[in-house]
């Protein structure tokens, strides 16, 4: 018994030695971290750093760093392991979250924004450490860069307000791109000129050795990582442990270019950008490790850093941390209001690029947590920028809430048309064919669905009703559980549905009724038996039965094989009922894939076209090519190339948009373009009261095409 107590008793002497418990304590601080701290508006990042402070050394030493490796540790190889990949881990979210769109819309007054918000902090913070607080010339430098860097801690805030698209917004987000590479290249210089002369040979060396590296990050690594996600498509691990490989490489090539490795790391994120959609199973992969693991780990060893007490010893430390906060507030808002002049902005919009730019968190705490281990600059700075981050943040979420509000109540949110389905009201059924075939259209799926949307998407499998309708049932949802697997790699909330019917076109109609499905996404179809073709293709019957706007999809290659979205619209389509729906998940495809839209259309089309993308202020590129001979489909041929996602716009038998050459389209198109992805949208339409309510009837289709043959004959005028 005694042994056990001693046992016990040596198991939590302080400082903690047994690596296990050292593993179960942090991860137990990343649970509750944010549970106590929530109810008090502390910001999750600081929660963390306190937590660290209070366990660390410098707090009651239940956790502690020693300089000696050992394999019988104190668990430090895992701490400094998971905190490196963590402060890794934060720069290359930073260059991959990005909104790339956003930044060429914006380009020239970003460039403007990033240069006044990187060089007026700087040129207040340099004189203010060097003269007033003391610091040699290398430190001064780092700290002022510090004062450039900005992270958009509060950009959920404006998101939330609807205001996301507002141009304040759109060139704070493009500044950060500019301010954040620029400061990480000082970081670099002054890094390298605390080892050395700043002489000729360092200069050529950084210029070579920087150049060579971003050759490999920007001209070889997308094409390996484009090769890779097409090539090895099955395995989704797979992906994100190359996404690390290839962040970790990144840092290694940086160091070895005499860079440091969080701008290998940042480089990574820029590199990735287009290949990752925000909204794929990837990118939720990515978030969530990082966000569970390896940067809550870089922050608690930040704030075992800290040393409370020397706040105490005599007045420097706090005015060291006073004078860094103000400076970082004050600089900030300076360069927040040579925009506002620059551009003529109200003050509210001065305001909200304040809001935005004046957070100070993860690029800040990286350069400083770098500039200290090299021995740069003290524990002051360390201790002072800890306080700064959490002042910063909560100023920053303050007034950018209050900005937006007030924009908001002037009347200036995202100027989107009206909607014909409320995004937050969102069905969309997903019926299930041929199973191999349905992972890329979930994939599809879930980069299309609204993220205001709290609905889930809607599997369904429908049974033949027949003898083996019991045992086909029981299959059915066997394979409703494998796409319910898949769809949680993507956080995408799934209902499963089965039903049995008569027939699958039947089942499909139904099921959409009953949920009231905005939006019904079904695989290709399949060569048709010689019944269905008298009686009515699957297709076709489907189209017959529901009003929904409906999505056919042949997705055989991955989407990141594109490099644009070629969109056919043919004449009169912007008057359908479903064009705003349908344009809106183009817009919302085409920014998730970071790929320019094409749009190919007649002359009046195309002006409608044009104004509604004028009125919804898209960051997409876009662009507008002339067809206006309608008749003659396969003229589209000219303006597709093997790298193009092909979208054709059609429409259901009798409205306003169809035309004859329309009839069929789906065949034509798959057999013509075989070897690319292809989407036929059909917008949805007014629910019909007459003729609709007898389609019931399986024969009818071949009814409404010999009438229609018939019509056609008498018809002299076409469209």
Sequence with gaps: MDKFLHHISDAFSTPITNPVLVFSIILTIILVSPIILRPIKVPGIIGLILFGVLLGPHGLNWITKIDKVTLQGSGVDAIDLFSTIGLLYIMFIAGLELDMNEFRKTKNKSFLFGFLTFIIPISIGFPVCHYFLGYELLPSILIASMFATHTLVTYPIV???????????????????????????????????????????????????????????????????????????????????????????????????????????????????????????????????????????????VGMIVDISVLTKGPMALIIAGTLTVVAVFGKFLAATATQLIFKYSKNERNLIFGLSNAHAAATLAIIMVGYEREIIDENVVNGTIVLILITCIIASLVTENASKKIVMAGHVDSDTPETVP??????????????????????????????????????????????????????????????????????????????????????????????????????????????????????????????????????????????????????????????????????????????????????????????????????????????????????????????????????????????????????VGRYFKNQNVILIFPSRREYQHIDDYEDVQAAPIFKKISKEIGNMFSKDKL
């Excluded at 409703?480 to 790699?489: E, H, P």
């Excluded at 909330?493 to 499905?517: C, P, Q, W, Y």
């Excluded at 991955?558 to 070629?566: K, Q």
Aim: a negative charge; proline letters at 3%; aromatic letters at 10%.
């Design 423 to 668: 995004e937050t009201e969102e069905e969309i059924l997903i019926p299930i064919a041929n199973l191999s075939k349905m992972e890329p259209i979930l994939d599809f799926a879930t980069l299309i669905k609204s993220g205001k949307s709290n609905r889930p998407l809607n599997i369904l499998s429908v049974v033949p009703d027949n003898e083996q309708a019991e045992k086909n049932l029981i299959a059915a949802r066997k394979n409703l559980d494998n796409m319910a697997k898949y769809a949680s790699g993507s956080e995408t909330e799934v209902d499963l549905m089965t039903t049995i019917d008569h027939n699958i076109a039947s089942g499909i109609g139904r099921t959409s009724k009953e949920i009231f499905a905005n939006c019904i996404i079904l695989g290709w179809p399949s060569a048709t038996s010689f019944i269905e073709k008298i009686v009515g293709e699957k297709t076709e019957s489907i189209l017959n039965r529901t009003d929904a706007n409906l999505f056919m999809c042949r997705l055989d290659k991955t989407l990141l094989s594109h490099r644009n979205i070629t969109v056919f619209v043919p004449p009169l389509a912007e008057s359908e009922l479903g064009f705003v729906f349908w344009m809106e998940k183009m817009l919302k495809l085409a920014k998730e894939l970071t790929l320019p839209l094409v749009f190919v259309s007649n002359q009046r089309t195309q002006e409608a076209l044009g104004t509604f993308l004028e009125s919804v202020q898209s960051s997409v590129p876009t662009s507008f090519e002339n067809y206006e001979d309608w008749d003659n489909i396969y003229g589209l041929a000219t303006f597709s190339n093997a790298d193009s996602l092909l979208v054709f716009v059609s429409s259901r038998y009798g409205e306003v948009s169809y035309r004859d050459s329309l009839d069929g389209l789906a065949k034509r």
């Design 159 to 301: 998101n939330s307000y609807g205001i996301s698209k507002h141009e304040a917004v759109a060139i704070t987000i493009g500044g950060t791109i500019l301010t954040d590479t620029a400061v990480l290249i000082i970081l670099a210089i002054i890094t390298g000129a605390s080892q050395g002369q700043l002489n000729q040979e360092f200069w050529v060396t950084l210029g070579v050795s920087f150049t060579i590296f971003l050759f490999i990050m920007f001209g070889i690594i997308p094409r390996i990582a484009k090769w890779f996600f097409q090539k090895i498509e099955a395995e989704k691990t797979a992906h994100y442990i190359f996404v690390l490989a290839v962040v970790f490489f990144a840092a290694f090539m940086a160091e070895i270019a005499g860079l440091e490795p969080i701008i290998g790391a940042f480089v990574a994120g820029l590199a990735l950008n287009k290949l990752i959609p925000h909204s794929s199973a990837l990118m939720n992969r990515i978030e969530f490790i990082g966000n569970a693991i390896f940067i809550p780990f870089f922050l608690i060893s």
